[in-house]
């Protein structure tokens, strides 16, 4: 099953044309809802028309859906996160590496024999797969070469869908693939109604960020304002087997960090692969850097630090930066939500005003009935917007929904912010809270649900970057990431 826990070398050299279509200027909602790779089309008679699209060699990957589909096997856990995003999840019968889902219905079946492993592509189970007699196994695609794997599914007599999310660039390119899964099951107005939901809460966080960070009088939308906004200066990732990647400007992490109003350091412009830099071209950022994003499998300083003794000089100089531009610690202690503003006018607080979520227009019941390690399911009992506040219900360590809207205008706010006197950074208290990793929702084996139900929730993920570049958001209102202590 594919996980995301490094960037693998694979991928990295695959994505150059995803960022072509949209590096010359700001991309509207419907553009940056468009996915590169795939097409999905209603048909006149009903049903709908498929098409997969690779990035390598521009073949396609085609297939008619007439009716519902009811038996499916996954061969990634994001498939499980846009199903169980639209209450999809009966279908699947199969998955591969059962170890790596996060989600709780999901597991629960796999431990009653209800979902099972047929193993990894490289050595799968084919007497399972036969047995389960799948309508369709999904996969994805890391090479222009044809795998063996679905060599032998065709031989078979097998149907297999290549889903390529994974190779786009924009968030809401890559949750657009929830209508690939709404097609599939029979559920596109929920997988409509999702992608509708999400789409203007990620708008709606990105362009108030922007409003706070540009010039008076000048268009949020712009190219210069989408320059304007990359304040707070971010090293990312750790060297994964003696290589640290950074990400291209137009790479699927950084249009995530530059909508919350931070710039990743070191990242190339104009293109969507991730380059290689050294261990000491690393440390010659963090003397630029105020905060350091997703360092790999660590949960603690000290893991951090046995990656490589040096990280203690990186750590040092990204706390002295925080400090000095007037970002807090991300403590328990915080104060949300009250009147005083950490640091000056030009840093921490740039972030504090940022609201919460925008309501669906009461149409779109989302979250309700999802189980609480999974993707929100639409169709449940809570309308989006209804009672959720920013930060609370989705907090990890009060609740595992991964739900969260809440209406425009609502008293939570995304960053918060902290009063002074309560900021660590102050005389006499702790260092600021400048390390922060995506494996919060993460389970024993290393599945991590930020690559599962993170897929189809980008507005959740940008509303946690957005409090963690605040500076002054508890950790118990994120949702994907947490503090590295």
């Known amino acids: 099953m594919k996980t995301y826990e490094y960037i693998l070398s694979a991928t990295i050299l695959l994505v150059s044309i995803c960022g072509c279509a949209r590096k010359n200027a700001v991309a509207t909602a419907a553009d940056e809802c468009e996915p ?8 006149p008679e009903g049903g709908y028309s498929l098409i997969s699209l690779s990035p390598f060699d521009g073949s396609r990957d085609t297939l008619i859906i007439s009716r519902p589909l009811s038996r499916l096997i996954v061969m990634s856990t994001s498939h499980i996160g846009f199903l169980r995003a639209i209450g999809g999840e009966d279908a699947i019968v199969g998955v591969s ?12 079946r796999i431990g009653e024999g209800r979902i099972l492993d047929i193993g990894y592509d490289a050595s799968p189970d084919y007497e399972k797969i036969m047995a389960l007699k799948p309508e369709l196994v999904l996969t994805y695609s890391v090479s222009p070469v044809k795998s063996q794997f679905l060599t032998k599914l065709e031989s078979l007599g097998i149907s297999t869908f290549t889903v390529n999310e994974h ?5 809401l390119a890559r949750a657009s693939y929830v209508r690939l899964f709404g097609a599939l099951t029979g559920n596109m107005s929920a997988a409509d109604s999702v992608l509708a939901v999400v789409s203007k809460n990620y708008q709606a966080l990105r362009d108030s960020v922007r409003a706070m960070m540009t010039v008076p009088g000048e268009d949020p939308q712009s190219a210069d304002a989408e320059q ?30 530059r909508d919350a109003g931070g710039e990743i350091l070191g990242s190339e412009p104009g293109t969507s692969i991730s380059g290689q830099i050294s261990v000491e071209r690393a440390y010659s950022l963090s003397k630029e850097a105020s905060l350091w994003l997703n360092v790999g499998w660590c949960r603690t300083l000290d893991q951090l630090l046995s990656v490589n003794p040096l990280f203690g000089d990186f750590l040092m100089n990204i706390q002295k930066n925080a400090a000095a531009n007037g970002f807090g610690s991300a403590s328990s202690s915080a104060s949300v939500g009250s009147s005083a503003s950490v640091g000056s006018s030009a840093s921490a607080s740039s972030y504090a005003s ?10 779109a019941s989302v979250g309700g009935s999802a189980s609480g390690e999974g993707s929100a399911s639409v169709g449940g009992s809570a309308s989006a917007g209804s009672s959720a506040s920013a930060g609370s219900s989705d907090s990890v360590g009060s609740s595992d929904s991964v739900d969260g809207f809440v209406s425009a205008g609502d008293s939570a706010s995304v960053g918060g912010s902290a009063s002074g006197d309560e900021s660590s950074h102050t005389d ?34 940008l509303r946690d970057l957005i409090r963690i570049l605040s500076g002054s958001t508890p950790a118990t209102q994120l949702t994907y990431y947490q503090p590295v202590e």
Request: proline share 6%; with cysteine.
């Open 36 to 43: 590169l790779f795939l097409a999905v089309r209603p048909l």
């Open 97 to 108: 590496g059962a170890e790596y889902v996060y989600d709780s219905t999901v597991r629960a």
């Open 167 to 171: 190779l786009e660039s924009h968030p």
């Open 228 to 257: 304007r906004i990359c304040a707070r200066k971010i090293l990312v990732n750790i060297p994964y087997k003696d290589q640290w990647f950074i990400p291209g400007q137009e790479n699927y992490l950084s249009h995530l960090v």
């Open 354 to 363: 940022v609201d919460g979520f925008v309501s669906a227009g009461g149409s």
């Open 428 to 461: 006499g208290q702790a260092s600021p809270q400048v390390v922060w990793n995506d494996n919060s929702r993460q389970n024993a084996k290393g599945g991590n649900d930020f690559w599962e139900s993170g897929v189809v929730r980008p507005d959740l993920i």
